[in-house]
């Protein structure tokens, strides 16, 4: 990953778990998704962020 693409994504996290409110497990997704080596595809995100059943936004 380029340096600047990994400074964003290093602040992007951070961010996160700075944020109490934001799910952990979430985090930890996304950082095996965003730190991979391969192209990040849609879905991946879709499933992250989707809400599980019967849930509620805030």
Same mark, same amino acid.
Request: glycine share 4%; proline share 2%.
């Given at each position: 990953? +380029? $340096? &600047?693409? @990994?400074? %964003? %994504? +290093? !602040?992007?996290? =951070? /961010? &996160? =778990?700075?944020? #109490? /409110?934001?799910? $952990? @497990? !979430?985090? #930890?997704? &996304?950082?095996?998704?965003?730190? *991979? *080596? !391969? !192209? /990040?595809? +849609? *879905? #991946?995100? %879709?499933?992250?962020? $989707?809400?599980? *059943?019967?849930? =509620?936004?805030?």
């Amino acid at each position: 990953m +380029a $340096s &600047l693409q @990994a400074a %964003v %994504v +290093a !602040k992007f996290i =951070e /961010t &996160l =778990e700075a944020n #109490e /409110t934001f799910d $952990s @497990a !979430k985090i #930890e997704k &996304l950082k095996d998704c965003l730190l *991979d *080596d !391969k !192209k /990040t595809k +849609a *879905d #991946e995100l %879709v499933d992250i962020f $989707s809400l599980p *059943d019967g849930g =509620e936004v805030l």
